[in-house]
């Protein structure tokens, strides 16, 4: 039974939190794009110099960059179980990148988890986050930008895998304990019962 899973939700979401328990659950990969552009910032590469204006402002880092990223990344010998992408796909574009992707090295996703929390929840949890690990894409501009871009071009992106009847939906106001117990039902239930 593989596990190739999305999780896709807002900034403050849990995302990255869920994401992790749910790897060491089931021994894949967390594959975050926000983290991988992150470690290439620190690490001062040509790829984190190429992403860091765009991370600062909160807009979107160009496809082309992005894709090839997740392209080789999902590759890896270590996504055999599976994978947990986090943060990617963003946009149209890149849900169609993805599919080809995953077409070409025969590995169809089994599910997309769908975490929402209400705005005003996420707000301020983001400010205790800013407060906490000092993200530098934290600021109120940064946030509203990435809140929007989330609204206007993410979300919507979920229709296309409710067509094809991949999609979780958890509540991600919850307490992180309750959103892990609620995802592995869901999944135990999607996947089957052994999952
Ligand atoms: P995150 O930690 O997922 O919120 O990502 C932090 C930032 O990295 C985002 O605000 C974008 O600037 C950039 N980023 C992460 N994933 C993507 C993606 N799939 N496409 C474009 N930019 C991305």
Redesign the pocket.
Known sequence: MTHRLLIMGP?GSGK?TQAKLLADRYGIPAI????I??ANIAGDTELGRR?KT??EA??????EV?TSMVRDRVAEDDTTEGFLL??????RA?VDALEAILQDLGKPLDAVIALSVNRNVLVERIKRRAGIEGRS?DTPEALDR?LAIYAQETAPLLDFYREHDLVVDIDGSQTPQEVDAALVAALDAKLGADA
């Open positions: 900034q990255g975050s794009t926000g983290d552009f992150r992403a765009y991370i909160g807009e979107l880092v160009p496809d992005t986090d943060g990617y796909p963003r946009t890149q894409d990435r």
